[in-house]
Each structure stands twice: as C-alpha cells, then as structure tokens.
C-alpha cells in the first residue's frame, strides 16, 4: 500500500490534478497499480499459443506462468519442484531465447523453478 501512495504522489506531481479528471477510479488504479488479475496463470494461459509438444499443463509451463506471476509481484523467490521431463544437466546451462518475429519463447527443460527464475531474470537484465 505505501507504494501504491508513492506512486500516487510522483503522479500529482507530474500532472495538474484537472488533467487526470478524464480517467474513471478504476482506470487510475490500473495507471497506479496494474491489472492484478492479468498476471494470474489462468488468465495467462489464455493468451497463450502452444507447440512443439507444449500444453497449458506442461511442467515448464506451469512453472513459466507462476515464475511470472511472481515477478509481477516483486517476488525473487520461487520454490524448486521438479518439471518431470528428466532434463540433462546440460539444459541448466542454457538461456532462454526468444524469436521476436513469431513471439516464440524457447525454454530449455531446466531441472527446477528455482533455476528457471534465476535463468528468466538473467536473460532480461
């Protein structure tokens, strides 16, 4: 909550309160604080295309959509679990990669949530 309030100062200070008159209580709180309900894993899931063996209850993808739930949340910590692929160690090593053309996501089949969070942040910074 009090960073939603800082939110809100840094916005009165940059925009003369009538100007922000055009926007209903709802919009202002999706300005301030996001569309919550937009990052939960059902609703993910929606927009999402599967292939090349990928369903909305494969592993990875379970795990995917809660690592990103979580980073919406602040959160660095994810629980291990296993994807029950029986990954190589060898995947550990690799990045995700992404083709930005087609808005195709390659994950490596990581052996944990927790090195699939530490891979996905890596690969964003």
């Given at each position: 909550m009090h960073k939603?309030?800082?939110?809100a100062q840094l916005v009165l200070e940059a925009f003369d309160i009538s100007s922000l008159q055009i926007f209903t209580p709802q919009e202002l709180d999706y300005l301030l604080c996001g569309r919550r309900e937009m990052w939960k894993a059902d609703t993910l899931v929606d927009h999402?295309?599967?292939?090349?063996?990928?369903?909305?209850?494969s592993p990875?993808?379970?795990?995917?959509?809660?690592?990103?739930?979580?980073?919406?949340?602040?959160?660095?910590a994810a629980n291990a679990s296993s994807n029950g692929n029986g990954p190589s160690e060898l995947a550990d090593?690799?990045?995700?990669?992404?083709?930005?053309?087609?808005?195709?996501?390659?994950?490596?089949?990581?052996?944990t949530k927790e090195i699939m969070s530490n891979k996905l942040l890596y690969a964003i910074k």
């Open positions: 939603n309030l800082q939110k999402i295309k599967f292939d090349h063996g990928y369903t909305a209850k990875a993808i379970v795990n995917l959509l809660e690592i990103i739930g979580k980073f919406f949340l602040l959160s660095t090593d690799d990045l995700p990669s992404v083709m930005t053309c087609v808005n195709y996501l390659n994950l490596p089949p990581y052996s």
